[in-house]
């Protein structure tokens, strides 16, 4: 819109008639004092009066912001003419010129609200208002032209009033230019923005608020495109790409309602979106007992849905599979254990099994197999580590019970079978009758330790047993004598001396 310079008229200066002759000439030095007054102020009024009132501004092509001035009262004061004098009395004149200061007075106030509204672009928000205002002014030029100085008055103070009110209302403008602004972002309509941001900036430059709408303004045309994506993709159900949009648009501008609106919906969708695939992939994963991404996508499911009953029930399932699998694991692995009569390590593993479940039957049979073959072995391996032992007939009688009870079990593996050899030759040799003939002086008692007194003797035969021997000689008045020895298994008959042949 073309700017038109719009200033009230000047207006012309009054010309007094010129005086007449006074009948009266009594009080003529009275007159000349007044009419000196008269000239005096009709100098100040048109010649130095008015220089001092500023011609206006032309109107500004850009946004400035407003100078702070002076406003003066709006309120003249209006002179009180009383009856008028007669035509060209000094009174009359006097009047005239109070009237035409006054004029003036309010004329310069509407010249600086003139200023001050079209530093605020006020012919782009308020163009009829001013010019009607202006047009008032001029009306009062025209009063005063005509010396109609009451009338000129009237119409400038009627002017300067609109004037006032179009700056008084500037607040109240800025604040709804604002507010435009705002619903125009938050309806995503950039023409509108711009317009009410620019009308912001004319009338409220120093406003704290036009930073942050600038920069949404700025953002919209991004904003809409990344909602026209999110858009695209939530119609063909592309939730991850429709999540990228609505996320790219909320970090342009968190706060914006439509874009919190519409990603709170696409979010619920693509939260559902990827339960539904994680729970899909559980159960595939499940189905194949890939029983760690199964967990895996449980656990991704969770995410998604932290509250939903179907993950309480996938878990269970999930619990349930593993603890089964587990325990056919440990079947098999117990099997082995048992085929490789491996007993102790066969014990740990069916008590696993039982500690997952107590009443699978074939824990509870596989432990009891495995604690009964694990005692006999133990007390097998007892006899053969110690075959020493034997040479006491108890030790072997228990052996061979041991030995009894062993070969009557089924099935007897290789190992059990080795320890069955072992014991059967270690107590074949222990069972041996060794031929031991035992030579003295016949003075020397002889006792073979833990087994019998043989008394004073020249000689005498024994069957002994394979296994360590002492025998002891005493004699009274003579030293002790001690004879220890060793029968081997399979050996020849053996002759031992002993008698006391140290005397004390």
Known sequence: MSQKKLRPRPFSPFQPVAEKASENRLNIMVIIALSISLIFLLLIVFVWLPNRVATPAPMLDSIAAPTPALRPNPSAERATLGKPAEPGSPYQQAQQAKARQ???SVLESIL????????????????ARYIDADLIAQAGDEAYRSSEFERAIELYQQSLTELQQLQESIPARAETAALETQQAIEALDQIAAKG???????????????????KSVVQLPSIIDYLAQAETAVASNAWEQAKLAIDQAYALDPAHPLIAAQRAT????????????AMSTFYTALDQARYDPAEQALAQARVHRPNDPAIDQAAEQLETAITQETLRRLRDEGQQLIDQEQWSDAITNYQD???????????LNGLALARQRYELEQTLNTFIQEPARLSDIAIADDASEALR???AKDPIGPKLAQQLTTLSELLRQANQSIPVIVRSDGATEVVLVRHSKLGQLVSTELALRPGQYTLRGSRLGYRDVIVTFTIEPDSEAVEYFIACEEKL
Do not use: C
Not at 266 to 273: C, D, R, Y
Not at 353 to 363: H, I, M
């Open 266 to 277: 696409i979010l619920k969708s693509w939260h559902s979106f990827r339960f539904d695939n």
């Open 196 to 214: 009410s941001l620019e009308r912001l900036l004319w009338l409220a430059p120093m406003d704290p608020r036009i930073d942050s709408l600038g």
């Open 353 to 363: 099994a039982l500690a997952l479940d107590s009443t699978v039957q074939y824990a």
């Open 405 to 407: 009870r062993a070969q």
């Open 112 to 127: 600086i609200e003139q200023e001050l509204l079209q530093e605020a672009q006020v012919m782009r928000w308020a163009e």
């Open 102 to 104: 006054q004029a003036q």
